[in-house]
C-alpha cells in the first residue's frame, strides 16, 4: 500500500498500526488530520475511522485556519507526523478492517479561491465509490506505483494519494516532493510501472528544470486546467500520456481527458449533465443528492461536455465579457513570462496582474499583451513580483492575491509595476 524508505508497507501492517493507533485516541467526535507523510495520513484515517471518529481535513496548515477549525470543533483532537512513535511495526493483521458504509468519513473544506471555504462531509461508502470511478477510468486494469505532490488533505490528493492506495490496486510514495529534483528522485525510488499526481504549476517546473524522469504509466494532473502545449512537452519528454481530472471539492472527479487529444472532456460512468439557464446540476452513482456546479459546463454529446471555466471567472467591463482563465493564460504566453495571474479586485473596475518575469519591465507585459488583449480588459495594475502566492497545490485566493498585490505596490515591496 506505502512505499517507505525503500521498504514495502502492506496493506496488513498498515491495518496493524490503524489499530493500535485507534486504540490511543481521545474519545472525541472529530479529528484532524495534519499528516504530510502518506503512510502517517492512511493510518490515522484509519483509527480515526475505527473510533467513528470524523476525520477534519483543512485546505491549508496554516495557523489561522487551523485556529478556525478548533473554533468550530472545540474539542477536536490532532493527528500529526509523530502518530506511529511508539507503535509495533512486526504486527500484521490477519482481518480486513471493517467500517460502516454509511457513516460519515472526512469533512473536506473548499480551499477558498472565490470566497470563504466551505465544509463538505463524505461517508465511507461515497469515498470507496469515488475511488472505484477513479481507478476504473485512469488505471483500466493497471498495478501503479504513485508519486504525489500534492497533499492528502485536498480532494484531488485524497482521491489519489489515499483513496486509490486504499480501495484501487496502487501503492503510494510516502513523501510528498515539491522539487523536481525530489519529485524524480522519489519515481527513481519506485518499481515500474509508476505514474506521477501533480498540479499544471510542479508539472511546469519539471519541464523548466529538465527533470529526467523514469518511464511512467501517465502522468495526472488537475487544480487548474492544463495547457495543451505544456501536456505535449510532458508526454514528449517523458514518452507518457498527460490526463487530466476535472473536479471539485463538492463533486469528486466530474471528467477526464487526454489533454493532447482534445478540448473536450469526458464524464465518468453513470454521471449525466442537467443544463440550466444558467448552471449545470450534476447528477452521479456516488453522491446522494444532484449538485449544482460552480463550473459552466456545456454538454457535447453522450458522456462528454465542455469546459468554459468558473462562473465566478467571468468578468464584464466596459459592456464586454471576458474569461479571468483567457486573460491569465495570455499573460502566461508572453515571453519572458514564468508565472503570472490575471484577476479582478473586488469592487475594481478593471483587472489587475501579478507575473514573475526576470528582466521584463510591466510596461513591456503590456505593451506585448496590448497585441492579443482587449484594451479594456488590459491589467492595471501589473505588478512584477519574484513569485505568487500560491498554495501547496498551487492556487492562489482572493485574499492571497490582494495581499500580494498591496505589498508589491508599497515602497521597497519587492515589486514594480504600472498603473497607468
Known amino acids: 500500500m506505502v512505499w517507505r524508505d525503500g521498504q514495502a508497507v502492506s496493506a496488513a501492517q498498515v491495518a496493524a498500526l490503524a489499530g493500535q493507533l485507534a486504540a490511543r485516541l481521545p474519545d472525541t467526535r472529530h479529528a484532524l488530520n495534519l499528516c504530510v507523510g502518506r503512510l502517517n495520513f492512511l493510518v490515522s484515517l484509519l483509527a480515526a475511522g475505527l473510533r467513528r471518529q470524523i476525520t477534519l481535513l483543512p485546505y491549508s496548515p496554516l495557523p489561522a485556519v487551523i485556529a478556525d477549525l478548533q473554533k468550530t470543533h472545540p474539542s477536536l483532537h490532532t493527528i500529526d507526523d509523530g502518530c506511529l512513535a511508539g507503535l509495533d511495526w512486526q504486527q500484521h493483521s490477519a482481518h480486513a478492517i471493517s467500517l460502516p458504509a454509511a457513516a460519515p468519513a472526512v469533512t473536506l473544506h473548499t480551499s477558498g479561491t472565490t470566497g470563504a471555504a466551505q465544509a463538505h462531509t463524505r461517508s465511507w461508502r461515497e469515498l ?60 527513481a525510488g519506485l518499481p515500474a510501472p509508476r505514474a506521477l499526481i501533480t498540479t499544471p504549476v510542479h508539472l511546469r517546473a519539471c519541464l523548466a528544470g529538465g527533470a529526467a524522469l523514469p518511464p511512467l504509466q501517465f502522468v495526472l494532473s488537475a487544480t487548474a486546467t492544463l495547457d495543451r502545449d505544456l501536456a505535449l512537452g510532458a508526454e514528449r519528454a517523458w514518452d507518457t500520456e498527460v490526463m487530466e481530472i476535472l473536479g ?50 456545456r454538454s457535447a454529446g453522450p458522456g462528454y461536455f465542455e469546459f468554459l471555466g468558473r462562473a465566478a471567472d467571468q468578468v464584464k467591463i466596459a459592456g464586454k465579457r471576458a474569461s479571468l482563465a483567457e486573460l491569465t493564460r495570455q499573460l502566461l504566453a508572453t515571453p519572458g513570462v514564468s508565472d503570472g495571474v490575471v484577476f479582478l479586485p473586488p469592487g475594481a473596475q478593471r483587472t489587475a496582474a501579478l507575473a514573475v518575469a526576470a528582466g521584463r519591465s510591466a510596461g513591456e507585459l503590456l505593451d506585448a499583451l496590448a497585441q492579443r488583449v482587449d484594451a479594456a480588459f488590459l491589467p492595471r495594475p501589473l505588478r512584477i ?36
Open 385 to 420: 513580483v519574484a513569485q505568487l502566492p500560491r498554495s501547496s497545490l498551487g492556487k492562489l485566493s482572493q485574499g492571497a492575491l490582494l495581499d500580494a498585490l498591496r505589498q508589491s505596490a508599497a515602497p521597497n515591496g519587492g515589486g514594480t509595476g504600472t498603473g497607468a
Open 248 to 297: 471539485s471539492t463538492e463533486t469528486a472527479t466530474i471528467g477526464t481527458r487526454r489533454t493532447t487529444s482534445g478540448s473536450l472532456w469526458q464524464l465518468l460512468p453513470g454521471a449525466r449533465l442537467e443544463e440550466g439557464a444558467d448552471h449545470s446540476v450534476l447528477h452521479t452513482q456516488h453522491l446522494a443528492t444532484p449538485v449544482p456546479m460552480a463550473d459552466l459546463l
Open 128 to 187: 470507496c465509490a469515488i475511488a472505484g470511478l477513479d481507478g476504473e477510468r485512469l488505471l483500466r486494469g493497471r498495478s501503479v506505483n504513485l508519486v504525489a505532490s500534492v497533499p492528502s488533505q485536498h480532494m484531488y490528493g485524497l482521491q489519489t494519494a489515499a483513496l486509490l492506495p486504499l480501495f484501487g490496486a496502487c501503492a503510494i510514495h510516502d513523501s510528498r516532493p515539491f522539487f523536481p529534483g525530489d519529485i524524480a528522485a522519489a519515481l
